[in-house]
């Protein structure tokens, strides 16, 4: 035996886990019957469904060939989750103005093309433009300068 | 007559000043992100999702859906002058326009795909006039077992029709289903899969979904391989096509405009799935097949067309039975719950300006982008020059101020994150994501009427089989799915995505 579909062998471990975690997770509900479905009920035949699904494609990675896993942009994929987790860090705390910078200071070097310089304007302008249109034009409720900042 | 009437509220409504001006911000942002690669219009409809909470009903739907029927045409621009679609739909479109406009013919390619837009637009405005009515009237007499059937069959189409592996596709619907019972049962009242967390009890906004499935692990897909973008044509001398290019024009836009009205009311069809068959479909009929490739105008003639109408015909599930056919549908189908309103046949009864107006307004969004696009050529060209690097960055902040405003939650914010890695996990699994965020949408209104059809039929399933119209539903549904493992069908399949 041998895996001949990288992608298919993956996505059915995915499917399995999902299905796993989730018939897991349902035995807190009641099961109810299929007159008076339970809580429980419908995401049960649900996660076995899906671990169905899983284990045929897992079955399956092992005939149909495929193609290898390939390209993948862990750097790009790491920094913009980074700059993501960071404005939502940063938004009560600094205030829109500095979480915005933050998000794109940290997602800029993910481009091999960004430049320090272009970076900061960017998240210069990007942060006074939020504040301006965000908070003072649309009047929606975010802090401009977060509790660190005593605002 | 009845239509008359109806287009007339249509037309009250549509025409009112808002409205007009919402219609025209929505073609033109939707020809903006449709000329910008790497935003498609899933994402920038959940991004301006939140600023249409506080617009009526019918004014934000007139404006998510110029952005959706704006982003097709935003996409062929692309297409033509640099053979880089902006928007999947406009992939054929390319072949033949990027050939005309290294011909010094790009101009020409432009106009034709604006009139054809335009034709095929017109043409099925009165499509969905005609047929949403009748539909919605059998669909009002529809009960939870048809309701169910409905939602298998929609769901089965978007995997039929979906680009890859069925049965990852399959399993991409269930886990989007299993996705959308988080929060609170609204039967039972029970928390389901919250983890205690106060914020999920009411589940993950689909918003915050969409978001980190199609905006964010797109963004990083886009950063795998980022490639020069040079403008090949930038000299577009002659506008106008010749009278030469209209008569060889007219055949390919009125058959495009028929077969994308078709497959547009198909559920899992849409402006894609529309624009291939269109350019199959000429390729096979016109007399000058062997021209085609090689700059063709009938090649930009008749998939401009069918996506346009392709997109405006897939508002017909949506709006009368609730089932969205693509990820843009779902979208809307939770724009339309987020405003408090419950998709589905009596949508047309309850609210008929709604109703009436986007379909109006889609011909008035159509007029706006024959009229807008040609003088705006030049600064499409221009926004086109805008380097990546320096627009993710601003689309991310854009993606996170939105979240944000969803309800002012950081959680869901770093939730978008975490769909964003999941995302990115999928495409590189070759995992499609449309059939997931149809699933989100549909899993607690499926199960909900799952419940009532078997509480009826006191546990005996096979209530789905007695109704007459749940059982055809059902038996198109395994239909299609037989035909799609067929080893014959599933090889024109795989070739008609290749292509």
């Given amino acids: 035996m041998r895996v001949r579909n990288a992608k298919d062998l993956l996505a059915g471990c995915l499917f399995l886990a999902f299905g796993a975690a989730f018939l897991v997770l349902a035995q807190d509900y009641e099961l109810g019957s299929a007159r008076r479905m339970g809580p429980g009920y419908f995401p049960v035949v649900l996660s076995i469904v899906l671990m169905g699904i899983g284990l045929a494609t897992v079955v399956r990675s092992f005939v149909v060939p495929g193609l290898p896993v390939r390209d993948i942009a862990g750097r790009a994929l790491v920094l913009v989750t980074a700059g993501i987790l960071l404005f939502g860090l940063l938004i009560e705390r600094a205030g829109l103005g500095i979480a915005v910078a933050a998000l794109v200071l940290a997602a800029a070097p993910a481009s091999r093309k960004a430049r320090p310089l272009s970076a900061l304007l960017l998240a210069a302008g990007l942060g006074g433009f939020c504040v301006l249109v965000f908070v003072k034009g649309l009047g929606l409720p975010f802090p401009v300068l977060g509790s660190w900042l005593g605002g | 007559m009845d239509i008359l009437a109806n287009l007339a509220t249509g037309l009250a409504t549509a025409f009112s000043p808002e409205n007009l001006l919402y219609c025209f911000l929505g073609v033109l942002l939707g020809t903006l992100v449709g000329v910008l690669p790497g935003l ?30 704006g982003a097709q045409y935003g996409g062929s621009t692309t297409a033509v002058l640099i053979n880089l679609p902006g928007e999947s739909s ?45 539909l919605a009237g059998i669909a009002l007499e529809f009960q939870a077992a048809e309701y169910f059937s409905l939602m298998v069959l929609g769901l089965v189409a978007s995997i039929v029709l979906a680009q890859g592996s069925l049965l990852k596709a399959l399993g991409m619907v269930v886990l989007g289903l299993l996705l959308g019972l988080v929060g609170t049962d609204v039967t039972s009242g029970t ?42 044509a930038t000299r577009i001398s002659r506008l106008m096509p010749t009278r030469e290019d209209m008569r060889r024009s007219v055949a390919p836009i009125l058959r495009g405009t028929g077969l994308g009205s078709l497959l547009g ?40 067309a069918a996506n346009n109408a392709g997109a405006q015909t897939s508002f017909i599930p949506m709006l009368t039975l609730g089932i969205p056919s693509n990820p843009v549908m779902a979208l809307m189908i939770g724009a339309l719950i987020l405003q408090g309103i419950r998709p589905g046949p009596n949508v047309m009864v309850e ?116 109704r007459p119209i749940s059982a055809a539903m059902l038996a198109v549904a395994l239909l299609a799915v037989v035909a799609a493992v067929l080893p014959a069908v599933s090889r024109t399949r795989a070739k008609a995505f290749a292509e």
């Fill in chain 2, 191 to 232: 928390a389901r899969f919250a983890f205690d967390i106060r914020e999920l009890n009411d589940g993950i906004n689909f918003v915050v979904v969409a978001m980190g499935v199609f905006g964010v692990a797109e963004i990083v897909r886009n950063l795998e391989s980022e490639r020069a973008r040079e403008l090949v």
């Fill in chain 2, 40 to 69: 498609g219009p899933v994402a920038t409809i959940a991004m301006l999702l939140p600023a249409t909470f506080a617009l009526p009903a019918e004014s934000a739907l007139i404006m998510l859906a110029g952005i959706y029927y």
């Fill in chain 2, 90 to 134: 406009s992939i054929v479109t390319a072949l033949d326009g990027y050939r005309m406009a290294q011909q010094g013919r790009a101009g020409a390619a432009l106009a034709i795909a604006a009139i054809a837009s335009f034709v095929a637009g017109t043409a099925a405005t009165f499509v969905v006039a005609f047929l949403a009515p009748p």
């Fill in chain 2, 265 to 304: 009311i198909l559920p899992g069809g849409g402006a894609l799935l529309a624009s291939f068959a269109a350019y199959a479909l000429e390729k096979k009929v016109s007399p000058r097949a062997a021209e085609f490739g090689r700059g063709a105008i009938e090649g930009v003639a008749a998939p401009e």
């Fill in chain 2, 351 to 466: 609210q008929p300006r709604l109703f009436w107006g986007v379909i109006v307004s889609m011909w008035i969004g159509n007029l706006f982008l024959l009229v807008m696009n040609l003088p705006l050529i030049g600064l499409w060209v221009r926004v086109l020059a805008v380097p990546y690097h320096l627009l993710y960055p601003a689309i991310l902040v854009f993606a996170s101020v939105g979240v944000l405003s969803l309800s002012n939650a950081t959680l869901d914010v770093h939730l978008m994150a975490l769909f964003g890695v999941f995302g990115y996990v999928l495409v590189k699994l070759d995992c499609e994501p449309a059939p997931l965020l149809l699933g989100y949408i549909l899993g607690p209104l499926m199960e909900e009427y799952l419940r009532r059809a078997m509480t009826l039929s006191r546990g005996d399933p096979t209530i789905f089989l007695q």
